[in-house]
């Protein structure tokens, strides 16, 4: 009984004319909503903490050798004992800042401080040394510290 129904099928299926077959293409991978969103919601934290830890990194430095920065500071003599003193102070506040960053302590105030940090280093570092490619660095790590800044909703911080 259940052969008799298959052919009587298959001959209904005859009867309706030629079959044909298509190819269907498969659509491309897209990311998932969530996955997306996820990424839209950490990526200002993640900014942030990258700011606060290259600002720490070389805030740092700056304090722990201060003699290998001095030739950074612009009109003084290198081995004065004010061209030490305003590379610890700069390193002190660049160690102040990439803390706040990383904690999330005041992070649009320390990424707008950053900012014009950065930008007083990217002037001056041009027009004492011209472009090279730590002015390219620093311009670089001010678009950072503006994103971060700009970035109104950020995770993992404190709110005042």
Do not use: C
């Not at 200002?44 to 700011?51: D, G, K, S």
């Not at 290259?54 to 612009?74: A, D, K, N, R």
């Amino acid at each position: 009984m259940a052969r008799k129904n298959r052919l009587n099928r298959m001959a209904a299926r005859a009867a309706e004319g030629p079959v044909v077959v298509t190819r269907e293409v498969a659509a491309a991978p897209t990311v998932s909503t969530g996955s997306a969103d996820a990424v839209q919601l950490w990526a200002p934290t993640a900014a942030r903490v990258i700011l606060g830890l290259v600002l720490l990194w070389f805030g740092v430095h700056e304090l722990i050798q201060p003699s290998l920065w001095t030739g950074y500071v612009p009109v003084i003599s290198q081995t004065s004992h004010l061209a030490v003193g305003l590379v610890l102070i700069h390193g002190w506040v660049l160690t102040v800042l990439g803390v706040a960053l990383v904690l999330g302590i005041m992070s649009r105030t320390a990424a707008a401080v950053s900012g014009l940090l950065l930008l007083e280093i990217v002037v001056s570092l041009s027009f004492t040394g011209g472009l090279s490619d730590i002015v390219a660095r620093d311009v670089g790590v001010f678009g950072l510290a503006a994103a971060v800044f700009s970035a109104s909703e950020q995770r993992l911080a404190l709110r005042g």
